[in-house]
């Protein structure tokens, strides 16, 4: 059963960072592309980054200087540095793995970054 799990979310002041988690099990970690999505208040799920099966990279261009994308296949662990947060940040942040044609999302962690 393929399952993904978030941590590290949390509550910081503007400025700060957070190093966010995603732990999948379930599927061969690494062969498929995985994501970070973040559902914000009055603007939906929204795309933040993805990696490839052949570690490529890419973000949205509102955190492409701010945030970084990683991933651990020993560990199964996914990651997300987000560096010089601010409120618009705000938000439940998912992870996301397309496996054999099916799209899976964890529950969520909740950043919180006030002012």
């Known amino acids: 059963q393929v399952q993904f799990v978030e941590s590290g979310g949390g509550s910081v002041q503007a400025g700060e960072s957070l190093t966010l988690s995603c732990t999948g099990s379930g599927f061969r970690f690494g062969w498929y592309i995985m994501y970070w999505y973040r559902q914000v208040p009055g603007r939906g799920r929204e795309f933040v980054c993805e990696?490839?099966?052949?570690?490529?990279?890419r973000c949205a261009d509102s955190v492409n200087d701010r945030f970084a994308i990683s991933r651990d296949i020993e560990k199964k662990t996914m990651s997300l540095r987000m560096d010089k947060l601010t409120p618009n940040d705000t938000g439940i942040y998912y992870c996301?793995?397309?496996?054999?044609?099916?799209?899976?999302w964890g529950p969520g962690t909740q950043v919180t970054v006030s002012e």
């Open positions: 990696i490839t099966s052949l570690d490529g990279t």
């Open positions: 996301r793995g397309d496996v054999d044609m099916r799209t899976y």
